[in-house]
């Protein structure tokens, strides 16, 4: 297959629905973005593995934010974070990670809220426009998920944007210092074309 033609400018580009937007900050937006995960700590600890203090700080998130950039630019991944036109604060995250292209063309999906803004239906709203994104400006073929068993929101979530259940990864990742099994869902992109590749 060709090269893909498919270039994310981070700079620029905002993807906008009509409650949230996605974009790769800056490193100037380094602050918010720290805040974000540091007043999420307790929310977010039972899903994800352990993280380091130096996690929190916004000198991490500086430079991280620019390796953000220049991963979407090298089409390698795409890490979004969710915004809703209420707050200039970043409410979410979405990375599009370990992009494959060639024979492949696929992904990798990860996600988390702000506890304060779930069930209103803004992360729903914020996969949909990611995975479109995805699909059809990036072009590619397959997203693949994975959530803990005992994680009942995320399997709806995933299940009501059409992921289908493929098996279970038996100690897949190492959450809260403890290997657990993961569910694996993938959705495929029923439109693709070699012409996307």
Not at 119 to 136: N, P, T, W, Y
């Amino acid at each position: 297959m060709s090269t893909p033609l498919y270039r994310f400018d981070p700079e620029s580009a905002v993807i906008s629905g009509s409650r949230v937007m996605l974009k790769v900050p800056e490193p100037a937006e380094a602050q918010a973005v720290a805040s974000f995960f540091e007043r999420n700590i307790e929310f977010h600890r039972p899903w994800v593995p352990i993280r380091k203090a130096f996690f929190y700080a916004p000198e991490f998130w500086h430079y991280s934010l620019g390796s953000n950039i220049e991963l979407a630019r090298d089409d390698k991944a795409l890490r979004l974070f969710v915004y809703n036109w209420e707050t200039d604060a970043p409410i979410g995250h979405i990375y599009f990670d370990s992009i494959v292209r060639g024979a492949g063309q696929h992904c990798t999906l990860s996600y988390a809220i702000c506890e304060r803004f779930q069930r209103q239906g803004l992360m729903k709203e914020a996969l949909k426009l990611g995975i479109q994104h995805i699909f059809d400006a990036a072009g590619l073929h397959r997203i693949q998920a994975a959530y803990l068993p005992r994680n009942t929101r995320s399997a709806r979530l995933l299940e009501s944007l059409e992921f289908q259940l493929e098996g279970v990864a038996r100690q897949y990742i190492n959450i809260a210092g403890t290997w657990e099994d993961h569910k694996i869902v993938s959705l495929i992109n029923a439109e693709w074309s070699d012409s996307e590749a």
